[in-house]
């Protein structure tokens, strides 16, 4: 019953590094999500993949991008990490776009850029 | 996008019941009510969604007002289990792009 899972749970970058998180997921879900949350905020949407081999923009994409794998796996990427960046990032799943099916989501990876 | 308005916060005392309120007065008739919860330290967890009609199953019920201008999150039994940030969503069935859009929450605190 794994579900979402992210690695690392935790990263500290300096300015300037890049790095990729990771998301998978074992529900064959068709959609993914990658969320950020800043401290005391709601999730904000990053980027989103609605099925394998399409990607779209959510509310805050600057500074990342994202590669949809395959149908379980989908990444985002910190090319130039910068301290504006330092948040919780959160994958989340779906079976299906429409809104009569919930969201399942990841434990989140605390990244930290000094 | 239709919103929500929701208190920061509330308290509960422990094996009591919790009505959490949310309004959305401009909800469109394809709209759909998600909610959503966050434990401490954790993501957010999938509690219950409805579109006219009351809803229940194993963590809770959702009660939906007649003219689907607010609804209520129901827990029967407040835990520690339960202290958490809930979120009410709005989704539009209509829109192909919805995502979940989150907004403040309320901050539920159980004492025990």
């Known amino acids: 019953n794994a579900g979402v899972t992210q690695t690392p749970k935790f990263q500290v970058l300096k300015t300037g590094q890049s790095m990729t998180l990771q998301c998978a997921q074992d529900?064959?879900?068709?959609?993914m999500y990658w969320y950020r949350q800043d401290p005391g905020m709601g999730l904000r949407l990053i980027y989103y993949?609605?099925?394998?081999?399409?990607?779209d923009k959510g509310e805050v994409p600057n500074g990342y991008n994202v590669s949809r794998l395959n149908k379980r796996e989908f990444s985002l990427r910190l090319e130039s990490a910068a301290p504006s960046q330092t948040s919780v990032y959160f994958c989340?799943?779906?079976?299906?776009?429409?809104?009569?099916?919930?969201?399942?989501f990841g434990s989140g990876t605390r990244l930290t850029v000094v | 996008d239709a919103k929500t308005t929701q208190p920061n916060s509330m308290e509960s005392n422990e094996e009591e019941p919790v009505h959490l309120p949310c309004n959305h007065s401009t909800i469109s008739g394809t709209d759909y009510i998600h909610w959503y919860r966050q434990l401490p330290s954790q993501g957010p967890e999938y509690v219950i969604h409805g579109l006219t009609s009351n809803v229940n199953n194993r963590m809770a019920s959702l009660a939906i007002a007649e003219d689907r201008k607010s609804s209520t999150l129901i827990l029967h039994r407040a835990t520690l289990r339960d202290a958490a940030v809930y979120y009410c969503?709005?989704?539009?069935?209509?829109?192909?792009?919805?995502?979940?859009?989150f907004g403040g929450g309320t901050r539920l605190m159980v004492k025990p």
């Open positions: 993949s609605a099925s394998e081999g399409t990607t």
């Open positions: 529900m064959n879900h068709n959609s």
């Open positions: 989340a799943s779906s079976d299906i776009q429409g809104a009569n099916y919930g969201y399942t």
């Open positions: 969503i709005l989704r539009d069935d209509n829109n192909a792009g919805n995502m979940l859009t």
